[in-house]
């Protein structure tokens, strides 16, 4: 045999030897820790609902009509459901709407189930609230093109629907701005997902999975990574990612005017998805099995990619099978029809005793501690020793602060001149919350 021949035989066992060193433990898998996993994907036993908006049958009822009512849109044909629709999950399937300029929209028609435990509302973040939300396809001028003036002119001038609206609001019966979103907030926090045959394992039901579902989800929470974003029941962090898809579109970035957040969208939920393909911000991608090959094999290397996003995950083909297997089922076999869950008034409020301090932490996504007394005259100090980029806000009357891009690493002073209570909160981590009391300095 030629000596370069033989080199190369050698240099390819080396190889071999190496790879399994290296790859031997970690392509291992670990054991599936099911108790921990089911208590971390466990459903809640009620939904949230704002003290200031509280879900009483009347208004869902009117919310649910006002969903169908194309007197909101100004050509008049359209209605919310023309693109939410409720065998679609309340997508629509397609990957963008046509607009009235007859071009598609900029985005994905979003599914609309569990929003009540939202934090942020659009692709991109832009609303607040459900209510905030409700008026923005409403005026715009490609989705539904409509006058909110006329809108609710032609509402008021129904007596059926002056009726709907008294019987909602007894302390303000009146076709109002207000009260319209209201109905429709209300409404669409009743669309939460049913249990499917996931759930049922997670209560405790092992052969509710086949061995290859059981897999897929191993791969999941292990391997391929996904529950770094996708976590909790309603597979959500409700953060922000850069996930590698080609679009042009920068999403969170401009929303915050902080453009290491260029390209982020608000991490959807996989509950009852099989219904609501296309997939992703733009429709981009048809299948799961387009979705998982983008995850394994297209992401696109920029700058701005998520620090939770594995930059190489390997999944042979039948990896690849059972993690699509998995994500089925999270969804029903039929149209999902809405769960019924009782209500509880919601409070995001500090729910931990308030400790003096001058620091704060922010591994792992938190805020630490999260609640906080500071002597007025004293400075705020935020601490980056995280291995993500956050961007901590205030937005409270009298006082606004962005510290811009936060990288690893970074500290952030904040300074305040009166005493009160300050929200603190990161823009691209919204779940991550920091109540501070500005006490006055005896
Ligand atoms: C022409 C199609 C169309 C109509 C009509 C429409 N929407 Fe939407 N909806 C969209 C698109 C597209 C988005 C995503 C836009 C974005 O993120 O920039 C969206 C986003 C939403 C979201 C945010 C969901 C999330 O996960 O953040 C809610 C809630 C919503 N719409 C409710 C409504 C309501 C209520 C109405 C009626 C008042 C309505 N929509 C009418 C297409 C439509
Ligand atoms: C870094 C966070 C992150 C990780 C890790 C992640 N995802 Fe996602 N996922 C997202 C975000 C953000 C989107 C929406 C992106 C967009 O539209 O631009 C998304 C979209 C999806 C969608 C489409 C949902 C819809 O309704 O459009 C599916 C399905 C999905 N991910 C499954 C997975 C699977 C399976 C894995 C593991 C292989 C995974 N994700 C890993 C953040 C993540």
Redesign the pocket.
Known sequence: MPREALARIGRALAGLVLASVLGGAADKPAPLDVGHWRQAFARPNHAPTPAENSATPEKIALGAK??EDTR??GSGD???S???QADLSFS?GID??V?HDGQP????????WN?AW?L????????SS?ED??M???ENE???AGNLQTALRALDSDPQMRKAFAFAFPDDPAVTQANLAKA?AAF?RTLVSPETRFDRWVKGDDKALEPDELAGFSLFVGKAGCVACHQGWRFTDEAFHDIGLPSEDKGRGPILGVSAANHAF?T?SLRERVWSAPYM?DGSLATFDDVVAHYAEHVVERPTLSADLPRRIELDNEERAQLVAFLDTLSSDDPPRPASLPTKAMSWGATAEAVPASTVSQKDKRFTPGTIILKLGEALRIVNDDTRVHNVRLDGPGKSFNSDAQNPGDTVTIGFDSPGHYDVICGIHPDMRLSVDVAQAR
């Not at 929209?105 to 609309?112: A, F, H, K, Y």
């Not at 942020?120 to 609303?127: E, Q, T």
């Open positions: 006002l969903f909101l849109s359209m209605a919310c023309s693109c939410h629509d963008r709407h607009g929209l900029d985005r994905r028609t979003p599914p609309l929003l939202g942020s509302f659009f692709w991109d973040g832009r609303a459900l939300q409700a923005g396809p409403i490609r989705e539904m429709l669409q608000k959807p911000h």
